[in-house]
């Protein structure tokens, strides 16, 4: 990769990392918020440390080695970056497997934020598929038996790759409902910083999964995984101490993370079947997308600061 590429992709899965985690920065803030200052200073140090080097960069090294285990733990950390043939054939080879498993899994998670969560309404056609949210389940059952269909025509492993990046969805989705509640539990109990501290680690874990399989999208390198998310997950630390409040007001990000994902699955898809997507074609597309949604959040700020405005002045 040309040293332009390599910034472009960095630069691409921190931004990704950094939008995809608000609703994790929001859930951070509101409890740090009930925490004492000591345990707020360990969490924002310590945890830090384990979202990106335990999970954020030791997730990723797992699953290139599960899908590689020829190359062993530590040479599948550098088999990017190997200019022996044996391990970039062993990597092309399983590629397919992984892109088809996190691939599914993102488009899962698109279409249950598109069905089923509320949102704010940043395109039209999001009102209709709201209102017709009883489909979900339908359309991603129709969706994997499609994937499933053509993946074992082209390699059964392809196929069962698919099977578990939805089985992956169906079990993050539950600990994400679980922490909705519990967060609500843990504002309303007097438990102990320790326990509060415990519930943010595991909850960090858990969205930090939609990040990692999206990063494959951009690269199958793991250090460049690893310093792209890792240099996002610092920056949601930074929205969660001070800037969350301000990352609330520009309402459609929620909505440019969540389009960013779809199309970011697509190519993954797309990528296991056989097409060729140069390196360069996601993180642009994350820009892009990220860049019209940010676009339309100024523009709604703008013309809610000008009818309060009128308001204030018809009042007077």
Avoid: C
């Avoid at 892009?288 to 100024?298: D, E, H, N, R, T």
């Amino acid at each position: 990769m040309s040293w332009l590429s390599l910034l472009l992709t960095v630069t691409g899965l921190a931004l990704f990392e950094t939008i995809s985690s608000v609703d994790n920065a929001i859930i951070n803030a509101e409890v740090l918020s009930t925490m004492g200052k000591k345990a707020r200073k360990w969490f924002l140090f310590w945890g830090i440390l384990f979202a990106v080097f335990v999970i954020r960069g030791l997730l990723p090294w797992v699953i290139i080695w599960a899908t590689n285990p020829g190359l062993g733990f530590l040479g599948s950390l550098t088999a990017t970056f190997s200019s022996d043939p044996r391990v970039h054939e062993s990597i092309e080879r399983s590629a397919p497997v992984l892109l088809a498993g996190g691939g599914t899994f993102l488009v899962f998670l698109f279409f249950h934020w598109l069905f089923l969560e509320t949102k704010n309404f940043g395109l039209r056609a999001e009102r209709f598929f709201v209102r017709q949210g009883v489909w979900f389940y339908a359309v991603v059952s129709i969706l994997l038996a499609i994937l499933v269909w053509f993946a074992i025509q082209k390699d059964p492993l392809m196929a069962f790759g698919a099977v578990i990046g939805s089985t992956a969805f169906f079990i993050t989705h539950g600990f994400k409902e679980n922490a909705e509640k519990g967060e609500r539990e843990l504002m309303k109990e007097g438990l102990s910083d320790i326990s509060k501290i415990f519930y943010l680690e595991v909850i960090d874990a858990t969205f930090s999964i939609d990040g990692v399989l999206g990063a494959f999208a951009f690269t199958l390198s793991v250090p460049l995984i690893l310093l792209g998310n890792g240099l996002g997950a610092v920056l949601v630390r930074q929205l969660t101490i001070g800037n969350i409040d301000r990352v609330k007001k520009y309402y459609y990000l929620k909505n440019g993370a969540m389009y960013s994902i779809l199309f970011l699955g697509a190519i993954m898809i797309s990528d296991a079947f056989g097409m060729e997507i140069p390196s360069w074609v996601s993180p642009v597309v994350t820009f892009g997308v990220i860049a019209f949604f940010f676009w339309k959040s100024v523009r709604e700020l703008h013309l809610r600061g000008s009818d309060l405005v009128g308001a204030v002045q018809v009042k007077k």
